[in-house]
Each structure stands twice: as C-alpha cells, then as structure tokens.
C-alpha cells in the first residue's frame, strides 16, 4: 500500500502577477510554504512571501562579508549552580551587528549560515 500526499500552492492571475514566469514563481513559493506547514496542505500566494524571500536573499548576500568585516559581536550568559548561587559557567552568544538593520537573530542568520556552508568558520570564529 502506498500514502500519497499534496503540497499545493496557487497564485491569481492578474492580482499576484501579470507574466507567467512570474506567476509560476509565485505559485511555487506558496508551494514551499504549504510544505513548510507540514505537508499536504495548500497555500495562497501573498506578497508578504516575496518580501521574507527577498530580505533572505539580502541576508544571503551581506553573510559573505560579516567575518571580513568583524560584524560578529559576542556576548557571555552567565550559568548559575541555584544551589550555590555561584556562577559556575558561562554560554557563549553570537549576535549579527548588521550595519543597516541593527541586531540581526540567530533564528534568522544561523540557517542561511549553514545553508552557505559558512556555519563552521563562524564557530571557529566565535571560538577565537
């Protein structure tokens, strides 16, 4: 026996696009957001995607220089023994000083990090 399943994405012609090409890309990236909500499931095309896919693609590009250009910043959580109430370690916090947008989170960068393949120099980074 086998279980298929759907991911469908759709976008209107002419609201979302007037072109095509433009409206299949738009359909497949209403496509991958049905696969992100857990498959078998279907999704409209809304502007706010392009947008999100645009400011990854951003971050995409501005992650090639954050090393050169010590963006980096490094910040240590003290770890507290609540028995003792004495700090017994502390956690190691990278954050993206971004020139233009500010404070960037690691729940934004660190994927695109290691979807660069650029998620090893930053620890090794970090760890100097």
Request: hydrophobic fraction near 45%.
């Amino acid at each position: 026996m086998a279980y298929i399943s759907a991911s469908i994405g759709a976008s209107i012609y002419p609201d979302d696009a007037a072109e095509a090409l433009t409206l299949l890309k738009n359909t497949d990236q209403a496509m991958y957001a049905a696969k992100r909500q857990g498959r078998n499931r279907f999704h409209y095309y809304t502007p706010v995607m392009h947008q999100a896919a645009t400011a990854k693609m951003q971050l995409s590009n501005d992650m090639h220089v954050v090393l050169e250009d010590n963006q980096f910043k490094v910040y240590y959580q003290p770890i507290v023994n609540m028995e003792t109430r004495q700090i017994c370690k502390a956690e190691a916090l990278i954050r993206w000083q971004h020139p233009r947008l500010g404070l960037v989170s690691p729940a934004e960068f660190i994927p695109i990090a290691e979807d660069a393949g650029q998620i090893i120099a930053i620890g090794d980074w970090e760890f100097r």
